[in-house]
């Protein structure tokens, strides 16, 4: 009998549980693309780190330097705009899960992802394209982030279509945007000239010129 109510509460509650997990507002985040030119690929190559399998978002994958805003980040900024805030998130995230540091000046805005509705975990995510001049020098934590590697866009897309490794949608995407470009200078005319990249199309989550980017 107690198998029984219990039941029937589990079925009651799901509609209640599904509109729950539909309605979780995504947190706002920050995505930085290193790119360097190199001799060895004769073109670009972007820096990919490797999430530790034991976390929950993205466990075991393939990404760009990025991480959710926080709350010092809005404090450092004047009127705490959200786009002000996440160029300080994406430095930030830079320097402690890649040892880099960077300078929000470098950074290029060309996309917003919104992970889709009724996901256990959402963010509202700024990417960056970051060009690197200067010779960097890599250092992961060995917790968070167990590896890293500098490849070029068209290698990554091509290991993750045979499955050597996993990329998450957005991280593919912004690979195929930057994979026809040979070099920095290029890179920088196209994506700074090229429209935002904002997904999904229309997200209410991206209010540009009301969050404090003015393109």
């Known amino acids: 009998m107690v198998l029984v109510k219990i039941l029937v509460i589990i079925v009651v509650s799901f509609p209640k ?28 190559q972007v820096l990919l780190l490797q999430r530790n399998s034991r976390l929950v978002f993205h466990g075991g994958h393939w990404v760009f330097p990025g991480g959710r805003i926080d709350e010092a980040d809005y404090d450092k900024t004047e009127g705490g705009l959200e786009y002000l805030a996440a160029k300080k998130a994406a430095v930030r995230e830079t320097r402690e899960e890649a040892g880099l540091e960077i300078n929000e000046d470098q950074l290029i805005h060309t996309a917003h992802w919104t ?4 996901m256990p975990r959402r963010f509202s995510t700024w990417f960056f394209v970051c060009p690197l001049v200067k010779p960097a020098s890599v250092a992961v934590d060995n917790d968070e982030i ?54 999904p199309e229309g997200s209410e989550f991206y209010r540009p010129s009301e969050m404090g980017y003015l393109a």
Request: proline share 8%; hydrophobic share 45%; glycine share 4%.
């Open 17 to 44: 549980m599904r509109n729950f997990m539909s309605e979780i507002l995504p947190v706002p985040a920050a995505t930085v693309v290193l790119v360097r030119e190199s001799k060895q690929d004769s073109g670009l």
């Open 115 to 118: 992970t889709p509705p009724k």
């Open 146 to 199: 167990l590896d890293f590697r500098w490849i070029a866009p068209q290698a990554a897309i091509a290991d993750a279509k045979a499955e050597k490794w996993v990329l998450p949608r957005p991280t593919m995407t912004t690979l195929s945007d930057i994979a026809d470009y040979g070099s920095l200078k290029g890179l920088i005319s196209g994506v700074t000239s090229a429209k935002i990249r904002v997904f």
